[in-house]
């Protein structure tokens, strides 16, 4: 039976066919669907972690333990599951064990454009990379057979455009492979230095075997044509290769890009006139191919940053024909990012926006977005839990050139839980006054409402046990702790005033859902905000909200009932009444 299948959901799929056990992840586009359709199938235990290093620490010890086993994490994920991803490649594997990394080139919703294919480089281990959904389903089962026949994790590259285009993928019959017996093996699993320096000689002796199989497997492929142009590529450039030049041109079209096959290139090059490399992002395998020897272009004219398709392609290695294949004539309008229309973290920014001599230091997510006019707060945003810890920085910086900026820290929920912890302790334990802000709205927002520890369930929407952020600050130690309403705006300033105000380090925990959970929307349905022409005064205070429900129009202030939630923030700052609340 075929079916349609993103590429996420065809990971999904090859990961039950073949047999996998246990999956952990941590959310982020492009990856997070691929736990969400594992979930929906059964004999598969399914977690979302704390974080990417905690999903590819429970996946190693599932596959010590015997079971295959699956992590996924975006991109910049991977540098956070680095740590274990480096040691668990000396260890090898029992049952099957595969990191799933999505690249995303182009930065649709990332901080950077890394390209993750090194890593396999300098982890020393297998790397598969699928064109298209039905690959992405097939691979994953081809990774875990990899996986234990060479005694190595298998890193899994997509891209953005793999992970969401869908296509037919021929769907199969799951491989009960069980759970492989456990062995204690501390040569192998505990990694010692007497222990590490062996197994570094074996790692390096399997990558020789990984090359070898590299040149010989079914993943690796030469589809013939004209022999004018020879294309080396792989991925969703393979795609794009295809369309581009069709049967004009030959390719060697790689499946598993880390050991690159050095003796299929040289076949493949040695019979083509013109050796083309087309990839995106990095020179990877361009600079492999050099290093053999072989004359080649590739970046010399195809760009380095952003995504390609077959548009780039074309205008870059055939100049003299611009063909033009696909156009719409439907412009669509740009939607600048902004908190969204009754956003519970509005009141907290505003609150803070009053104190135009804060440094604040934000974090990756909703609160990303107080950077954005006319609220304006956020001064920096680094990565994952690091708005805590950075905030530190500025403030342990500002001490030392005898500047007394005030430092407001913003996170999440979710994020601080995957990372925002540890930073939270720094601050207690070298005793930095910054003000923390976490703002719980019980979910995991951005990448599209994930449960995570602190919202009672887990990955199956099944109840769990919820852990309590406010316990756990005190817990730490800290002292001066307000937790608010953001609703509340005279509550949430008045905290915001005594934490700017304190010389000690500070936590306000702001707690309201998320606006968009649907039973948060179907309660607040009725719920709206209206404007009383007859006491409005036109003075633009509410605007200063950034709520994207109000607008000036035609001389008066406007209240789109359609985006508005009557979370009453406008009505709160408004001096004349001229705001009520309705359908309470």
Known sequence: MKKMLSGNEAIARGAWEAGCT???????????EILENITKYDGIYAEWAPNEKVAAEVVCGASIAGARSLTAMKHVGLNVAADPLF???????????????????????????????????ASKVAMLEPSDSQEAKDYIKDAFEISEKFDTVVLFRVTTRISHSKGLVELGERNEVGVKPYVKDVKKYVMMPAHSRVKHIEVEERLKRLKAYSNDCFLNKI??????????????????AKEVFGKDASYLKIGMTYP??????????????????????????????????????????????????????????LPVEEIQTYSVDVN??????VLCPGCPHRGIFYAVSKYKDIISSGDIGCYTLGVVQPLGVTDTC??????ISAGIGIQKASMMAQRNAKVFSFIGDSTFFHSGITG??????????????????????????????????????????????????????????????????????????????STEPFVIITKQPCALIKEVQKKRAHLSCSIIEDNCKKCKVCLRTGCPAISFRNGKIVI?????????????????????KVGE
Request: proline share 6%.
């Open 260 to 317: 690159l096959p050095d003796l299929m290139i040289k076949k493949f090059a040695k019979a083509v006139d013109k050796l083309y490399i087309i990839e995106e992002n990095e020179p990877f395998i361009e600079t492999e191919v050099k290093n053999l020897g072989i004359d080649c272009i590739g970046k010399d004219f195809i760009p380095l940053c952003g995504e390609l398709n077959p548009d780039i392609i074309r205008r870059a290695l």
């Open 560 to 580: 789109d009932k359609e985006m508005c939630n009557g979370c009453g923030l406008c009505k709160q700052v408004c001096k004349f009444n001229a705001i009520e």
């Open 424 to 501: 939270l302790i720094d601050v207690l334990y070298n005793n930095s006054p910054i003000v923390t802000c976490i703002l719980d709205n019980s979910i995991t927002a951005m990448t599209g409402h994930q449960e995570n520890p602190g919202t009672g369930k887990n990955a199956k929407g099944e109840i769990a046990a919820a852990v309590d952020i406010e316990t756990m600050v005190k817990a730490i130690g800290f002292k001066n702790i307000r937790v608010v309403d953001p609703y509340d705006l005279a509550t949430t300033e008045a905290a915001v005033k005594e934490a700017y105000e």
């Open 332 to 337: 669509v309008p740009s939607r600048p990012p």
């Open 223 to 240: 589809e013939w044509g004209s022999k004018n142009i020879g294309i080396i590529t792989s991925g969703v450039s393979y795609q794009y």
């Open 22 to 32: 246990v999956a952990a992840a941590y959310p982020g586009t492009p990856s997070t």
């Open 382 to 387: 680094i990565c994952m839990g690091a708005s």
């Open 87 to 121: 040691t668990i490649a000396y260890e090898g594997v029992n049952g099957g064990l595969v990191f799933v990394t999505a690249d995303d080139p182009g930065m649709h919703s990332s901080q950077n454009e890394q390209d993750n294919r090194y890593y396999s480089r």
